[in-house]
Every structure is written in structure tokens, then in C-alpha cells.
């Protein structure tokens, strides 16, 4: 009785088209990631803004500090039992604010790249890298559309 099997043929020929499938699914994989990574850290700054938003009210200004630690001082446990500190990527969120008066505020996520970019009040981006900005309540540069 003689065995049955594959060919080391066949074989390289399944391998070959597990790896085709494998590259053509491996960027979009990353691509949803990034955008799950994004859309948290909106959501996030949603939540962050409008604890931020609530303290202003009861105080006639926003919280003068300028950092998501010091602020958490602030907004714990009374406007929010715990406040976001980190954005989808893991990086911590910014918060700056006029330190004398406390009238306008700005938090932001440095996106995917974690660096710095120009924030321009009406931008909507589609690259990850670009930064997510809220200011007084409202976004100023957001994602938006397909992302590169």
C-alpha cells in the first residue's frame, strides 16, 4: 500500500498564497487599527472637554493648569470619576489653557506620529499623523474621510 500525501509542490504553492493574502490583508488590518486608535481618542477628548466645560461652568473658568495630570486635580472625581489621560496611541493628551484668567482652553492628541503639528481652526485631515484639537468645546482640526 503506498501513502498518500502532498507534494513539496503543492505545498509552496499554498505557502505562496497564504503570504499573497497575508500582504494584501496585513495594511488594511493596520489601517483599522489606527482608525480604532483614532476615533477613541475623539471620543475621549469628547468626554475630557465636556467635564472641562462643566467645571467652567461652576467656576466662570476653565481649569488654570497646563497638563492632563494637574488637571485631573481638578475634574476628579467631581466632574469625571476618572479622566482620560492617554489618546489611542497611548501618548498622553495636551491641555493648555490662559493661566491668568481661564477663559479658553485647548486639548489635543499628537496622533500617530506623536509629534507636534500646526493646528489650524477648521482643518479636517486624513492622515493619522496629523494632530485631533478641541478648543472651548469644539473641534477645530479633526479626521475625517479616508485616511492615508
Known amino acids: 500500500m503506498r501513502q498518500r500525501g502532498f507534494t513539496l509542490v503543492e505545498l509552496l504553492i499554498v505557502v505562496a498564497i497564504i503570504g499573497m493574502l497575508a500582504a494584501i490583508a496585513v495594511p488594511y488590518l493596520f489601517r483599522a487599527l489606527n482608525r480604532a486608535r483614532q ?35 481638578n475634574l476628579e472625581p467631581t466632574y469625571l470619576r476618572k479622566i482620560p489621560r492617554n489618546d489611542g496611541w497611548n501618548r498622553p493628551f ?13 486639548l489635543a492628541s499628537l496622533g500617530m506620529d506623536g509629534v507636534r503639528g500646526s493646528w489650524v481652526i477648521g482643518r479636517r485631515t486624513t492622515n493619522y499623523n496629523d494632530d485631533i484639537v478641541i478648543s472651548d468645546g469644539q473641534f477645530v482640526q479633526w479626521p475625517e474621510g479616508m485616511q492615508k
Request: hydrophobic content about 35%; charged content about 25%.
Open 94 to 106: 495636551l491641555y493648555q489653557t490662559d493661566l491668568n484668567s481661564g477663559t479658553d482652553y485647548t
Open 39 to 73: 476615533k477613541r481618542s475623539m471620543a475621549d477628548m469628547r468626554t475630557l472637554a465636556g467635564a472641562v466645560e462643566q467645571y467652567g461652568l461652576d467656576m466662570t473658568f476653565y481649569p488654570k493648569v497646563s497638563d492632563v495630570e494637574s488637571l485631573a486635580l
